[in-house]
């Protein structure tokens, strides 16, 4: 089990290493499909592993990739919005807005 | 492994049932009446959320779907908010469509019901399978409204940061969960409460990861309240969204990271509240937050000149005073909070709302283009200045009872022992930050008031704008004078935590 939650442990890392260096819009949302596999992982090793009595762990890895799917549509959309004003879907560019 | 069908009680479910074909009813008309139906579809959809609040009220207390939705006093005080939330962005969206969306009526509307629908099943959730899709249904839709003008650049880069950031701290929340998950074993929050309450009796050594899951959901969760130091895309995500959706997301979408964290934290990791839990008391953290969260929603806001990052900076400060009631975990507390989190909806929506109407006729959301605004449109001038003042808990708006409720609450807990000293610390600073935030707030005031020249706009509201300001301005003053029903009301909001201390 430690192998698995290790595994899930490294793959959340390099996401969440991905969402703050990437600068690529893509790579970031990328790094975030890393971040929900990543947790997937957890819950269906946990579920194996520990709660073998019931198989909510798998139940919540799969509406996790649902709702994940949801959240891609949503962010290619703005991704392309992004790419109609800029011409571009580097982050750096974006900063109309600074405090 | 057996399985038996729990049982359903699709009754309970009927407000959000309703709300939810409502909204495709609408874009179905929207599309059917060929888009030119100035603005039916948006009484269509107020009229919905009236409907939905006459079937609420009728709506009665239970739990249905194997314990999967659970409707009690405090999911029913927090719905309320979500309607009444709704109702006032939308009221006050009717000049947004004459100038940049005026092809996608149906959709901004439906989007909106559809986060509503989203924060109510948020708030009837005893379980975090469904607090997580509730939460994501909150958030979605609100991606795209952040994104709505297309062609404006503030707009889609204000979307952009938010999707990215929502993203990302629902991955935190839910890498949190799935510790939660492996070390409790179950997902049902009384259960986990009991759960982890045992592991952490028979094994000590659970800290450490206790200790990262307990700091994943805080990140999560303080993503979406915009408790400091997750605060980063506020402002800016308020300055660049359509108005009466930044009016929302300051409200609808706070009240929804309330329930949240009232929901996991009071409920799941009731037990890890306290000293004596030293690394995984999340009543310190939490408190910590409220700490920066008012230092630093007042202080930057000082500085601003747009009006709509400065209400962004001002609502930072606002959920730091919130959770003083939230730490502060005795009965009174979470009544405050609910009475705080209500009397908030009125001022802040009705501040928005005179902003948008503001923004229609001039295009500009400038603090020094307010300049003598009362002189050509004295009602809404003064509505905005008692909306701010209210914000500011000038007595005896309601802003001031509900500072007042949520300083008793936490005075009464930090005198109740010693342990909970530290809540003086919070009491101290909150009272002293509060007057930094009259300073900004009466700024705009100031130019509306006292200056020379005639202000070049004049502002006619129209029958929903005229509604919404006249709700907020009810709001404030009859429940800053009047408060009692309203407190009755959120005093049950503690019977949903029944192990509180008096």
């Known amino acids: ?99 | 492994m057996n399985f038996q069908l729990p049982e359903i009680h699709i009754s309970l479910m009927l407000p959000e049932l309703f709300l939810f074909i409502w909204a495709l009813l609408i874009i179905t008309f929207d599309v059917v009446t060929k888009r030119k139906n100035e603005h039916t579809v948006g009484y269509l959809a107020l009229l919905g959320l009236l409907i939905d609040g006459a079937i609420l009220s009728v709506t009665g207390y239970g739990s249905g779907f194997g314990n999967m939705f659970f409707n009690d006093p405090m999911a029913l005080f927090f719905k309320v908010i979500f309607l009444g939330s709704a109702f006032m962005a939308i009221a006050s969206s009717f000049g947004l469509m004459h100038q940049k969306i005026v092809n996608h009526r149906g959709e901004f509307y439906a989007l909106i019901l559809f986060s509503t629908v989203g924060m109510m099943f948020l708030s009837s959730s005893d379980e975090l399978l469904s607090l997580y899709i509730g939460l994501e249904l909150t958030t979605i839709p609100l991606f795209v409204l952040a994104a709505f003008f297309k062609d404006d650049r503030l707009s889609v880069e204000a979307g952009m940061k938010y999707f990215v950031i929502g993203a990302f701290s629902s991955a935190l929340m839910l890498y949190g969960i799935s510790f939660l998950y492996g070390l409790s074993g179950t997902t049902d929050l009384v259960q986990m409460k009991i759960n982890l309450a045992i592991t952490h009796l028979t094994f000590k050594d659970i800290g450490v990861i206790l200790s990262l899951a307990v700091l994943l959901i805080l990140g999560g969760i303080g993503f979406k309240l915009a408790l400091p130091p997750f605060h980063q895309w506020t402002p800016d995500v308020y300055e660049g969204a359509p108005t009466p959706v930044a009016a929302f997301l300051s409200v609808g979408s706070k009240a929804a990271g309330l329930v949240a964290f009232a929901k996991i934290f009071i409920n799941g990791l009731y037990a890890f509240y306290g000293a004596e839990m030293a690394p995984n008391d999340w009543g310190r953290l939490v408190g910590v937050g409220a700490i920066l969260a008012m230092i630093i929603g007042n202080v930057v806001a000082i500085r601003q000149t747009n009006i709509k990052r400065m209400l962004g900076y001002s609502s930072i400060a606002q959920v730091g005073y919130i959770m003083i009631g939230m730490v502060s975990m005795n009965e009174f507390g979470l009544t405050s909070v609910g009475f705080y989190m209500f009397t908030y909806m009125f001022a802040n929506m009705g501040a928005f709302a005179v902003v948008a109407f503001f923004e229609d006729k001039s295009g500009s959301c400038q603090i020094s283009s307010y300049r003598g605004l009362s002189k050509t449109s004295p009602f809404l001038a003064t509505s905005l200045t008692m909306f701010l003042l209210s914000l500011a808990g000038i007595p005896p708006l309601a802003g001031f009872v509900a500072k007042y409720a949520v300083f008793a609450a936490a005075i009464n807990m930090a005198t109740s022992g010693v342990a909970y000293h530290w809540i003086f610390w919070l009491v101290g600073i909150g009272l002293l930050t509060s007057v930094f935030a009259l300073f900004y707030y009466v700024n705009p005031v100031k130019q509306m008031f006292f200056s020379k020249e005639d202000s070049p706009y004049k502002i006619s509201l129209s029958a929903p704008a005229f509604t919404v300001v006249l709700i907020g301005l009810i709001g404030i003053v009859l429940f800053g004078l009047y408060p009692d029903p309203i407190l009755q009301f959120a005093s049950q909001i503690s019977a949903s935590f029944g192990f509180l201390p008096h």
Do not use: C, H, P
């Not at chain 1, 939650?5 to 819009?25: E, K, P, Q, Y």
């Not at chain 1, 893509?26 to 990543?38: P, V, W, Y």
């Open chain 1, 1 to 99: 089990m430690l192998a698995y939650l290790s595994l899930a442990a490294i793959l959340f890392s390099i996401g969440m290493f991905g969402v703050i260096t990437r600068r690529n819009v893509i790579g970031i949302m990328m790094s975030l499909e890393l971040m929900f596999n990543a947790v997937n992982i957890n819950f269906v090793a946990f579920n194996k592993f520990i709660v073998t009595d019931s198989l909510l762990g798998q139940i919540f890895s799969a509406f996790i990739i649902v709702v994940a799917a949801a959240e891609a549509v949503v962010g290619l959309a703005i991704v392309l919005l992004l790419y109609r004003n800029w011409q571009g879907i580097n982050s750096d560019q974006v900063n109309v807005m600074k405090w």
